[in-house]
């Protein structure tokens, strides 16, 4: 399994959405401060609390919907940990963005609002001269999977403020 887009992945986000929305975000700095924060571990814009922490309700749900959906992948059929926050990227964020990997299995985005000129790319290995092999965009409760250790970086992040700007649920499953 390479990458996996599912529309409609909650059955109720227009439910979940002023929930999501109360959510404290905090900047890197906040969380550089915490004991077991990863010193470095970096990323442009606001991010929650791991919502296993910070909204447990909302954490059992993406863990539910995994299952439902993505069972017939030999990783999701035993014990994994994922680790989930509200992510927000805003306009100003866009000097800050980096293709990167992430050190886990899969990592997931769950947009929370629409952009068509928004959304993540994926890359070719090539450090060097970096191609988009694949690009997703920003709709609203689409869910994108992809393994971890392939470059991505988001792209048009816009807003200015929660309301407004490109809003998704991160995870990592290891």
Not at 30 to 50: A, C, E, I, T
Not at 159 to 168: A, E, P, V, W
Request: aromatic share 14%; hydrophobic share 30%; charged share 25%.
């Amino acid at each position: 399994m390479d990458n996996i887009v599912i529309e409609n992945f909650f059955n109720n986000i227009d439910g979940l959405e002023a929930s999501i929305k109360k959510v404290p975000l905090y900047d890197i700095e906040w969380h550089q401060k915490r004991p077991k924060f990863d010193k470095n571990f970096v990323y442009p814009g606001l991010r929650s609390m791991p919502l296993h922490d910070s909204f447990r309700y909302l954490s059992e749900i993406i863990k539910e919907r995994i299952l439902h959906y993505l069972y017939f992948i030999p990783h999701f059929q035993k014990p994994f940990d994922i680790t989930s926050c509200i992510h927000l990227r805003r306009e100003q964020d866009n000097a800050g963005e980096y293709i990167h990997k992430d050190p886990y299995t899969y990592t997931g985005l769950i947009y929370l609002n629409n952009n068509e000129n928004s959304g993540t790319n994926i890359y070719n290995e090539d450090r060097n001269n970096p191609k988009v092999t694949m690009s997703v965009k920003c709709v609203k409760n689409r869910l994108f999977l992809f393994r971890s250790d392939q470059y991505h970086s988001s792209f048009g992040n816009f807003g200015d403020n929660i309301d407004n700007g490109r809003l998704t649920i991160n995870f990592f499953v290891k």
